[in-house]
């Protein structure tokens, strides 16, 4: 694995990629890995069923009108609600935290899974499940929640600095499940100087891969996106695989 002072080298001198040799190389890399990315949305799907079934008990606990489609999220914001449902409301919170939380872990071990599908390896499904081990999880909830501080410090700047931001914070994953050994500091300066460099093609490979992806959603009346919500990722793992590439050869276990 390289060391910061050889990845920040590395980046300086990134070469120039090519649009369409990008969005090819991307479309090679997901036909080895559709049915992992399948996998993954129904494991996100199943972590999301608390969070759907407490709705669903939530509205018929209030005593509310079965027929009423009206949002959990609004009916929290009601003076009646928060007088009598207080407690569950904040637990529903912490419950959207931790499905979050274990998303993100599980986008982790898919970027795992991509190389480990990329370079020929077998794949086990407990390879999504990398990152829920003991060792690992706290430098993964720290870095998660520096994520989280970016973002949101761009959204209160007026917004518009998210659409800088959002790149560079997608480099974030693959420098931190291939460099594991870099603080959390280091990760971010690294994610931040790549997305930099790139920021124009990632940009337009981005908007052009969820431009299609809506289309595949609407053609298959959103089956679409459990087959090809992972499409999303691979332009990022090319990127990073052409710039920084894999010295050692072989994906830590």
């Not at 080298?9 to 070469?15: L, Q, R, V």
């Not at 090679?28 to 407490?54: E, N």
């Not at 991509?114 to 060792?135: K, T």
């Not at 706290?138 to 931001?165: H, Q, T």
């Amino acid at each position: 694995m390289p060391s910061f002072t050889a990845l920040t080298k590395k980046i300086t001198e990134a070469p120039r990629i090519d649009f369409g040799d990008l969005f090819n190389e991307s479309v090679s890399i997901f036909k080895k890995v559709w049915l992992q990315g399948f996998i993954l949305q129904l494991i996100s799907i199943v972590l999301s069923l608390p969070l759907i079934i407490f709705n669903f008990s939530f509205l018929l606990d209030s005593g509310l009108d079965s027929n009423s489609y009206e949002p959990l999220e609004q009916l929290m914001y009601s003076d009646t609600m928060l007088e009598q449902s207080g407690p569950m409301i904040l637990l529903y919170y912490l419950m959207v935290i931790v499905v979050g939380f274990m998303s993100s872990l599980l986008s982790f071990g898919f970027f795992r899974v991509i190389r480990q599908m990329d370079e020929g390896q077998p794949f086990e499904i407990s390879n999504f499940f990398y990152f829920f081990n003991a060792a690992r999880i706290k430098k993964s909830l720290l870095l998660i929640l520096a994520n989280f501080g970016i973002a949101i410090l761009a959204l209160l700047m007026c917004v518009f600095p998210i659409f800088y931001v959002m790149i560079p914070l997608m480099f974030v994953t693959p420098m931190f499940v291939y460099n594991p050994e870099l603080s959390i500091s280091e990760i971010l300066k690294s994610s931040f100087s790549l997305g930099h460099k790139k920021w124009g093609i990632t940009f337009a490979i981005t908007i052009l891969n969820v431009i299609t992806l809506y289309i595949l959603i609407l053609l298959t009346c959103g089956l679409g996106s459990l087959f090809f919500s992972c499409f999303l990722q691979m332009p990022i793992y090319v990127l990073y695989k052409k710039i920084i590439s894999f010295e050692d050869g072989s994906i830590q276990q």
